[in-house]
């Protein structure tokens, strides 16, 4: 085949890729004017003191939290420095004076805290660090400085191989005082964007200004360049010996956005970091991989080593046979698995009411459930199980189910909100009839700050669970569990499993009862149906076979041509039926980004793209658009309604504005701003993993050899009419090889289908009464941690600048500003936590404000206000009063403070764990005593009632039941310690009471020998002593 004279040529020869793989990438300018600004706000996580830190890459201490933030290993900030406005004091020229002030400043828990500006710097060889600087300096100076403000100014330098210099501007919201010496109490809000009509216009024109301000400086400095904007570029043809290099330039972009800080890479616990993001497990071969990958020749021997012997490494075991695996995981990934499974225990065993006969037949009604549907339903609706599983293999109708089932809960007065892992599924949940849909993150983000509640009366419904990554669902069955919500998880553990590592599902499905459904629906053609269902089997050489049959692989001899004949069939399809849905498949972004340069050109070249392109920065890259283009969407906005994974089309581009109007698939219209959204990609081809939950009409999937089985099930189980499967022979030499490439397993599985050393000594150990207290007493322990889970790392996120937040935050603020002082500091004593369940007193204050004004309202908050104030006052102290009891001494110190820290929050919470703490001790000294009983009897019966007569019994039982209570502490308690040598002393002293203890227990007499002594001992000494 010649490559050259073909119009779909996409690829150079093999040796001339070769030689690309292995030379430097082109250079790319990046002098362009985007300019995105952002809020650091406290409802999102943000944190003055930690993005001062990050930017200035030192260590900051933020006084208000406590929190110590420290970057100074990250490198790559090349010029710091603080630009004060005149008049302000020199010792704000300090980061953590200047951050620590602003933090001070802001008294609420959603304060915008500061704004930060991210610029993108020239590139150009002729511009120098200095000139960087100074550009951004003028900038800040400009627009920030010369106002009043603040600014933290900060130049970053390019990891190696890019070219995205950039720089960071941190800017105060509030100006300083005419002395000078601390911030103004009211807010430079005269420099918040301007509203007009629901636009903000000067977050629109950022990068306008930061465009203009380069030019004048190049024009200043001679320089021959002019900025490379988000704008409007004359149509150049593109022949066929351009489209040879897309898969060069796609290449390319993949070297620029790699990163490997091998510095970081040699530290045992980054690895261990890095290795399990992604998988709770990972073997000897993978930590190789990384460390070539990363770690330079010289030094991996070392660093595997320090890795293998790291503390917190874990070696894992099969469960069956005990013998050791080749897999490893850390103490981290194990502990966190293992809280998942607490929360989904607690969520099961609540009780929940069967749904009336009625809700039932609502559910039911007008549909024709198959049997497995039917069984499923049964499952959700008549059970009484709080927590249910479907597993709904890839095409088998489970949307239909899940409306049934939806319904029959609605009638019943059930709120029902459905959750996914993706935008795209959340979109697919809508369509299907839930009016509550959203991104899990999305709803726990919302439910962190109190702007969603879930109740015993709440239906959770997750499809796609499968996705689900560990710790987002550990943090949705914290606030499942807490609220006493329903939850109802659908998935498949045979499709792709979370980005992040995950792998639970499958372990979940088998712990909990669940309903497999099977049948295949969305393929209707046979030999394609059974293909899909022996994929969910794993039967992976029956299904090729099929493929094989039906002439659906296409054998190509090199990969070029595989990309080649795949695009020009997508291309010939497409014309034949435009309006049915089709997408191109790949594993690699590198090989999604090369067909969908192909795609597009032979768009263009077919006059199917508007005749003028704009071209814009986007997370991979320069790219350029075009009216009818195809699009995906790879980053949330969700205020201008934007979601990742979104696809659509091009319908319209404004070239004065460089506004794009988009038409989604879901029918919606939506607009883009480039200068301040960076989340475009074309949309011809897609990954898999972003295709997974999409029915198609058509799919073209290109084959990788490093694909796996769960990968290959999704791929193959997208389409209703036609399936395409194009394999190159250069990486897949034959059908056997393409076989076991698809059966490759995923490795992205739980650790808890294996054992750890510790599982294996827990099942091999003696049942006695000292293991069930050790047990007991970690037990406790880890129902504390439970009950005071907080995972502030997991919410540390913060959402670009947008339109309607800003008018919200204004309108806010307009609003405060208006009302006296003393409604402010009403407003502000609600706040406290001892009104958080005041709200009949609150609601009353609200409509009396209406009615009857400020001062009758203020009057009767003074009147109530103190009720609740004192009964918060005597709850925290019989929470304090609860932890010296001594039932509780077996808590540590730092659990107590912990305990302590939450009662101020929520002191009848705390107050309810204590008192089942100490009921569950009581338990368990009646156990001890009633295993004493059992022991007693083992003793043959002169003895027996020797020990019965002997008036010291009642002795020995108290020093027994304070032994096993106390016996794992450290440090005794100082009240009991003399409680200890007096009855050791007492019992001593009755020898035949003492051989008789020694029969019945040996290993208590010897103990009480000791502490008899050491208190003898300790009495020559001058002192006290005891020893355990």
């Not at 500061?114 to 100076?141: C, H, S």
């Not at 024109?205 to 200043?220: K, S, T, V």
């Not at 339109?803 to 706040?831: D, F, G, P, R, W």
Request: hydrophobic letters at 35%; a neutral charge.
């Amino acid at each position: 085949m010649n490559l050259g004279h073909t119009q779909y040529a996409l690829y150079p020869t093999l040796l001339f890729a070769i030689l690309i793989l292995n030379s430097n990438p082109p250079e790319i300018p990046m002098a362009i004017q985007f300019a995105r600004c952002e809020y650091v706000s406290r409802s999102k996580g943000g944190n003055a003191c930690r993005k001062a830190s990050y930017n200035q890459r030192t260590e900051i201490r933020c006084e208000r939290t406590g929190e110590l933030f420290s970057f100074q290993d990250r490198g790559g900030d090349v010029h710091h420095e603080i630009l004060l406005p005149e008049g302000a004091d020199l010792r704000f020229k300090s980061s953590s004076i200047l951050w620590n002030e602003a933090e001070r400043c802001e008294r609420r828990k959603d304060s915008q805290v500061a704004k930060e500006f991210v610029l993108a710097l020239p590139d150009d060889k002729q511009v120098t660090l200095e000139d960087r600087i100074e550009l951004t300096r003028r900038f800040a100076e400009t627009h920030f400085v010369e106002k009043g403000l603040a600014v933290q100014l900060d130049v970053h330098e390019p990891d190696e191989h890019e070219k995205n210099w950039h720089a960071h501007l941190l800017v105060t919201t509030r100006r300083f005082t005419e002395e000078g010496l601390g911030f103004e109490k009211a807010k430079a809000r005269d420099l918040d964007p301007t509203i007009r009509k629901g636009c903000v216009i000067e977050a629109d024109i950022w990068g306008e200004l930061w465009r203009d301000l380069q030019n004048a400086y190049f024009e200043e400095k001679s320089y021959d360049l002019r900025v490379d904007p988000v704008g409007v570029l004359s149509q150049e043809h593109l022949g066929p010996v351009r489209m040879r290099h897309h898969m060069n330039e796609a290449i390319a972009r993949s070297q620029l956005l790699q990163k490997a800080n091998e510095q970081l890479a040699q530290d045992p616990g980054s690895v261990l970091e890095a290795l399990t993001r992604n998988k709770a497990v990972f073997s000897e071969k993978d930590l190789d991989i990384f460390l070539k990958k990363h770690v330079p020749h010289e030094a991996r021997e070392q660093v595997c080593e320090r890795v293998l012997t790291h503390p917190t490494l874990l070696s894992l075991y099969d469960k069956e046979t005990g013998k050791k695996t080749v897999y490893f995981t850390t103490k981290e990934v194990r502990a966190e698995e293992e809280k998942l499974l607490r929360f989904a225990d607690k969520i099961a065993k609540k009780p929940t009411p069967i749904l009336s006969p009625e809700a039932i037949a609502k559910g039911m009604e007008g549909r024709a459930l198959s049997e497995e549907q039917h069984k499923a339903y049964d499952l959700c609706a008549q059970s009484g199980q709080n927590l249910s599983l479907i597993q709904g293999r890839a095409g088998v109708g489970k949307s239909y189910v899940l409306d049934a089932i939806r319904m029959a809960h609605e009638n019943e007065g059930y709120w029902v909100l459905g959750l996914a892992p993706t935008h795209k599924v959340a979109s697919d949940l809508r369509e299907s009839g839930f009016k509550d849909a959203k991104t899990c993150h999305g709803f726990l983000f919302a439910f962190r700050n109190n702007k969603e509640n879930l109740d015993p009366k709440t239906l959770v419904i997750v499809d796609e669970a499968g996705m689900l990554g560990t710790t987002l669902s550990v943090e949705l069955f914290h606030a499942i569990k807490t609220s006493g919500a329903k939850l109802i998880l659908v998935g498949d553990d045979r499709q792709l499993s979370s980005v992040e590592r995950g792998g639970v599902f499958g372990l979940l499905a088998e712990r909990y009862e669940s309903v497999e459904l099977k049948d295949v629906r969305r393929q209707t053609i046979n030999w394609q149906k059974t293909v899909s269902e022996d994929l969910s089997k794993g039967e992976v050489k029956s299904a090729v076979h099929l493929l094989q049959e039906n002439k659906a692989i296409h054998w190509n001899i090199i990969k070029e041509e595989a990309l080649t004949e795949l695009l020009k069939t997508w291309a010939e399809d497409n014309a034949k039926k435009p309006d049915e849905t089709r997408l191109i498949l790949a594993q690699r972004n590198v090989d999604v980004d090369a067909l969908n340069q192909g795609a597009r050109e032979i768009l263009r070249q077919q006059g199917k793209l508007g005749g003028v392109e704009l071209s814009c920065m986007t997370q991979r890259g320069k790219e350029v658009f075009a009216e009818e283009d195809r699009v995906q969407l790879t980053r949330t906005d969700k205020d201008k309604g934007l979601r990742n994974g979104t696809f659509g089309v091009i319908e319209h581009i404004d070239m004065k504005t460089k506004i794009l109007t988009l038409r989604l698939d879901n029918k919606e219209k939506v607009t883009v701003d480039p200068h301040t959204y960076d989340g475009l990609r074309h949309g011809y081809a897609s990954t898999v993993y972003k295709a997974q939950g999409s029915t198609l009409d058509h799919v073209y999937v290109l084959h990788s050899q490093i694909i796996n089985k769960l990968v290959n099930y999704v791929a193959l189980t997208r389409q209703t009419k036609s399936l395409s499967l194009y394999v190159s022979k250069d990486e897949t030499p034959s059908e056997g090889h393409l076989i076991r490439q698809m059966s490759r397993e995923d490795g992205n599985k739980a650790s808890l289908v294996f054992d750890t050393q510790k599982d294996i000594e827990k099942k091999n150990e003696d049942k006695t009464l000292i293991t069930q207290i050790k047990h007991g007493v970690e037990t406790i322990t880890t129902k504390v941690k439970d009950v005071f889970h907080n995972n502030e790392k997991f919410y540390q996120f913060e959402n670009p600048l947008t339109t309607n937040k800003v008018e919200a935050t204004l309108h806010s603020h307009q609003k405060q500003e208006q009302i006296s002082s003393a409604l402010q500091a009403a407003y502000k004593e609600m706040a406290h936590p001892a009104f958080a369940n005041a709200t009949v007193i609150r609601r009353a204050f609200a409509k009396g404000l209406k009615v009857h004004g400020e001062e009758k309202a203020i009057a009767y908050w003074d009147n109530k206000k103190e009720g609740p104030l004192r009964l918060y006052q005597q709850n925290l102290g019989k929470v304090e009063t609860e932890l010296h009891s001594p039932l509780l001494n077996r808590l540590t110190d730092h659990w107590k403070d912990q305990a302590r820290e939450l009662a101020k929050q929520e002191p009848m919470r705390v107050l309810g764990l204590l008192q089942k703490l100490k009921e569950d001790e009581l338990n368990k000294r009646e156990q001890v005593a009633s295993d004493n009983r059992k022991l007693s009897e083992k003793v043959n019966l002169p003895q027996k009632q020797e020990i019965k007569q002997n008036p010291m019994e009642e002795t020995y039982l108290r020093f027994k039941a304070l032994h096993d209570v106390f016996k794992d502490i450290s440090e005794v308690p100082p009240s009991f310690k003399e409680e200890f040598k007096h009855l050791a002393q007492e019992l001593i002293q009755d020898k035949n009471f003492m051989e008789s203890l020694k029969l019945l227990d040996a290993n208590k007499a010897k103990i009480i020998q000791r502490i008899a002594q050491e208190q003898e001992r300790s009495k020559d000494l001058g002192r006290g002593g005891l020893s355990l």
